[in-house]
C-alpha cells in the first residue's frame, strides 16, 4: 500500500499539535497546547458589514478569477504598514498575497529547495516550518536558540561549513519558544550572511503582538539583499481568513508568481476584498492594542503562577510578546512522559519533540497563553506544577 505514495511525502510527520488538539475538545480539559489566536477578538460586526459592502460596492467581480500577485489595495495598504509601523519602503510589486504564511513556506520550498540542499532552521524550529520544508528533503541544519536569537558561534560555523542556501528564522516571539533576537544578534547574523548567496526567510507573524520591550531592526531592514520577509493577518485578524504575504525582490517574485499560479491560481479575491473594506472602514491599530493587552495580561498571569507553582530546576523563556512561552526541565527527564501524568490532572500542552529535526524523548515543551483566561491559567499551571514534583520525585 505504501508503494503509491510519493517518497515526498513517506517520511513527513504528521502535525502532533492537530492530534493533540483533538483531545482538548474535551471541556473538562485545561489547554496550552493549541497555537489558536483568541476566537473573542474575531471582529464578527465588523467582517458581516464589510462583506455587504464589498457586494455593494463591487458586485459579481469578486467573485471572480483574479490575479496571482494579489488584490493591489491590500498589497497598498501592507505596503503602507510597513512605511508607517517600521519605516520601510516597500514597492507594491515585491508583496506577493499567499493562502496565509503557511503557503509562503511551500512557496520557498518549491522555488529553492532541491533535495539534499542545506538549509539552516532554529532549534527549536517552528513544526509547520519543519514539515512544509520536509517535502523538499532538505538537509536540516539546525542552530541552537538561546535567549538572544540564534547561538551566533553555531550559526557562523554552519554558514562556513555548510553554505546553506536558505535560513528559516521567525526573529520575533518565535513560535514556539517565545524569544526574541537581540538587536545585537540580528547585527552579527547580517554581517555574517551579507555577501553571500544564502536568502533569510524572516517570517513575522507576531511582530505587531509586543507587550513589554522596544521593536528590534528587522532584517528586511539591515539585510535587505538577502532578506524574503513573511506576513500575516492571521494573528490579528482572523487564521480563517488565511491571508498571509511574502515580500521579496523583482527577480525573485518572478519565480514565485510561477510557483503560486501553478499551486492554485490566486488567494481567494472575495477574501482578500472584505479584508481590505474591513481596514479601510476600521482602525485596525485599535484593534491590536485591544488583543495586546489582554495577551499581555495573561502571559503576566501564567508567569506569576509559574512563579509559584513550578518545582527548582525547571527553566522558562520570558517572552515580551507573541503567544507562547517555553519550559526546559531537568535534563534526563521527557516532556512526554510528564504530559501523560498531566493529562490526569486535565491539562495539556505540547512535549518539545516535534519541534526539533532529530532529538526525541526531549525536556522541553510549550505553553500558549493567548486562548485561557487568567483564572484558569492559574488553576492549569498549579496542576502543571503538581505533575512536574511527582515526575521528577520518581
Ligand atoms: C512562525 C509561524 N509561521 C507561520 C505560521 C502560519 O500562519 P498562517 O496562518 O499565516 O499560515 C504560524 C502559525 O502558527 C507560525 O507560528
Given at each position: 500500500m505504501d508503494s503509491i505514495f510519493s517518497d515526498r511525502i513517506a517520511d513527513v510527520p504528521r502535525s502532533f499539535i492537530r492530534e493533540i488538539l483533538k483531545v482538548s475538545l474535551d471541556p473538562t480539559i485545561i489547554s496550552f497546547a493549541g497555537g489558536l489566536p483568541n476566537r473573542e477578538f474575531f471582529p464578527v460586526a465588523e467582517l458581516k458589514t464589510a462583506t455587504a459592502k464589498v457586494f455593494d460596492t463591487m458586485g459579481r467581480d469578486v467573485l471572480q478569477y483574479s490575479m496571482s500577485e494579489g488584490f493591489t489595495g491590500l498589497r497598498e495598504m501592507i505596503a503602507r504598514r510597513y512605511h508607517d509601523r517600521q519605516n520601510l519602503d516597500i514597492p507594491v510589486e515585491n508583496i506577493l498575497i499567499t493562502n496565509g504564511s503557511q503557503q509562503g513556506l511551500d512557496l520557498m520550498g518549491k522555488t529553492f529547495i532541491n533535495e539534499g540542499d542545506d538549509i539552516v532552521i532554529e532549534e527549536p524550529a517552528y513544526l509547520g516550518a519543519i514539515q512544509a520544508f520536509s517535502l523538499f528533503k532538505p538537509r536540516f541544519n539546525p542552530v541552537k536558540l538561546t535567549e538572544e536569537g540564534l547561538d551566533i558561534r553555531q550559526f557562523k560555523s554552519v554558514m562556513s561549513a555548510r553554505k546553506p542556501k536558505l535560513i528559516y528564522s521567525v526573529p520575533n516571539f518565535q513560535n514556539p519558544s517565545g524569544i526574541s533576537f537581540s538587536e545585537r544578534t540580528r547585527r552579527e547574523m547580517a554581517?555574517?550572511?551579507?555577501?553571500?548567496?544564502?536568502?533569510?526567510?524572516?517570517?513575522?507573524?507576531?511582530?505587531?503582538?509586543?507587550?513589554?520591550?522596544?521593536?528590534?531592526?528587522?532584517?528586511?531592514?539591515?539585510?535587505?539583499?538577502?532578506?524574503?520577509?513573511?506576513?500575516?493577518?492571521?494573528?490579528?485578524?482572523?487564521?480563517?481568513?488565511?491571508?498571509?504575504?511574502?515580500?521579496?525582490?523583482?527577480?525573485?517574485?518572478?519565480?514565485?508568481?510561477?510557483?503560486?499560479?501553478?499551486?492554485?491560481?490566486?488567494?481567494?479575491?472575495?477574501?482578500?476584498?472584505?479584508?481590505?473594506?474591513?481596514?479601510?472602514?476600521?482602525?485596525?491599530?485599535?484593534?491590536?492594542?485591544?488583543?495586546?493587552?489582554?495577551?499581555?495580561?495573561?502571559?503576566?498571569?501564567?508567569?506569576?503562577?509559574?512563579?509559584k507553582y513550578f518545582p527548582q530546576g525547571v527553566s522558562h523563556t520570558t517572552p515580551e510578546g507573541g503567544m507562547f512561552l517555553w519550559v526546559t526541565l531537568p535534563e534526563g527527564t521527557s516532556s512526554r512522559d510528564l504530559l501523560d501524568r498531566a493529562l490526569k490532572d486535565k491539562v495539556i500542552f505540547v512535549p518539545g519533540d516535534p519541534f526539533y529535526v532529530n532529538r526525541q524523548n526531549t525536556n522541553t515543551l510549550r505553553l500558549n497563553f493567548s486562548c485561557t483566561d487568567e483564572p484558569t491559567i492559574d488553576t492549569g499551571i498549579r496542576n502543571l506544577g503538581k505533575a512536574m514534583k511527582q515526575l521528577l520525585k520518581k
Open positions: 554581517g555574517i550572511i551579507e555577501g553571500t548567496s544564502t536568502l533569510l526567510i524572516e517570517d513575522d507573524p507576531y511582530g505587531d503582538l509586543r507587550y513589554s520591550g522596544t521593536d528590534k531592526p528587522s532584517f528586511m531592514a539591515i539585510l535587505p539583499k538577502n532578506t524574503i520577509l513573511f506576513g500575516s493577518f492571521s494573528k490579528t485578524i482572523s487564521p480563517g481568513l488565511r491571508i498571509g504575504w511574502i515580500v521579496a525582490p523583482h527577480d525573485i517574485m518572478e519565480k514565485l508568481i510561477v510557483a503560486k499560479q501553478a499551486a492554485d491560481l490566486h488567494t481567494t479575491h472575495f477574501t482578500q476584498c472584505i479584508l481590505w473594506q474591513y481596514m479601510r472602514d476600521n482602525d485596525i491599530d485599535a484593534h491590536i492594542r485591544k488583543i495586546k493587552e489582554c495577551y499581555g495580561r495573561q502571559m503576566q498571569a501564567m508567569l506569576n503562577s509559574i512563579e
